[in-house]
């Protein structure tokens, strides 16, 4: 009983508000009652229970348990990734689920194994590579699916370990130069027609408005259009009338932004602010080490997803095709996110033996 009282009250919260601020997003944008609308309360309802289940058990047992995880979820993606440009998902029965997905809550708990007492401050060469490796292996997997979108989001895990352990100059004169490299791969070898013209269209969003810049000019109508109040249900016409794809998914912000306006829109922002808020504040009250590189490293992901999605709603960013943390519909993201959320609040309840 004494662990429940220690999970962060305005962590969960935050997040179900946000997650039913995301059901009625889900609602305007499919015009009323839906399957998407029912499968999205269910795996809520599941995505709730999953965060109790990991927020009351030890965060060090699963630091323990991943080098085992991180084996499973690379070998489940190499089998997936030989049916390259087939799917990145898997079903079970009537129901599909994203491994990629299982990857951001994995992944984290591996690096921290890793490189809890063992990486130097800053990062020496030698824990670079493990760091790279280790990311690198899902990433490149997952984009042989291909889904882009997602190894994108897992960019996260290394920005996040330079940020907590440091790096030197040099070191980030070669990264930035692989990364660069990369990019040109990716480009010529790797990038899809569509895909290349997603960036041009980025960089001149006056070229294609009814091509590849269509969803963007989309999204800035919908946004748009919601003004201060907000157009109401009845008046939502870019998801109703499907002039703006992936509505109830990728681009849901949009949809948040005309059916409730500017106030609408400070209050998700205010709810995402209280999220992050209330995570970081954990730190203040770490004293293990590990537990503080853990909180970093698993929420750097919720973060770092939630702003470019942002991004790309408003068009300062390339559509990559990844959906906004807890307010999108899907039930693997969902289950991640509360996941995650819920390792965090183990750090919380665990910091005392």
Do not use: C
Request: avoid cysteine; glycine fraction near 8%; charge should be positive.
């Amino acid at each position: 009983m004494r662990r429940i009282r220690e999970i962060d009250a305005g962590i969960i919260i935050s997040a179900i508000l946000i997650s039913i601020v995301g059901l009625v997003g889900i609602w305007a944008a499919r015009g009323g009652p839906s399957n998407y609308f029912s499968r999205q309360i269910i795996w809520l309802i599941i995505s709730i229970g999953i965060f109790f289940l990991l927020a009351l058990t030890d965060y060090e047992k699963l630091v323990n348990w991943s080098p085992w995880l991180y084996g499973g979820l690379v070998l489940l993606l190499a089998v997936m990734a030989r049916g390259r440009g087939v799917s990145s998902w898997i079903r079970f029965g009537s129901v599909w689920f994203q491994p990629s997905e299982l990857g951001k809550v994995i992944v984290p708990l591996f690096l921290t194994k890793v490189l809890y007492k063992k990486a130097s401050f800053p990062l020496s060469f030698r824990d670079l590579m493990k760091v790279a490796v280790i990311v690198g292996v899902p990433v490149v997997l997952i984009a042989l699916q291909p889904d882009l979108g997602t190894a994108f989001v897992y960019l996260a895990f290394m920005l996040s370990a330079v940020f907590v352990f440091g790096m030197k100059r040099k070191h980030l004169t070669i990264l930035l130069f692989a990364g660069a490299s990369l990019a040109v791969f990716l480009w010529f070898y790797m990038l899809k027609d569509y895909q290349r013209q997603r960036i041009i269209s980025f960089l001149n969003p006056s070229e294609d408005p009814r091509g590849s810049a269509y969803q963007v000019y989309q999204s800035k109508i919908s946004i748009g259009s919601g003004r201060l109040a907000g157009r109401g249900f009845k008046e939502v016409s870019q998801a109703k009338l499907r002039f703006l794809p992936a509505a109830h998914t990728d681009f849901i912000f949009s949809v948040i932004a005309e059916t409730f306006g500017f106030m609408g829109v400070l209050l998700l922002f205010l709810l995402y602010t209280i999220l992050f808020l209330r995570i970081f504040r954990i730190g203040e009250f770490l004293d293990q080490e590990k537990g503080l590189v853990l909180l970093y490293m698993i929420s750097s992901w919720i973060a770092f997803q939630t702003i470019f999605n942002l991004l790309i709603a408003v068009g300062l960013f390339p559509v990559t095709g990844f959906p906004l943390p807890l307010l999108s519909y899907g039930g693997s993201d969902l289950i991640a996110v509360y996941a995650s959320l819920g390792i965090i609040n183990s750090i919380l309840v665990w910091r005392w033996k």
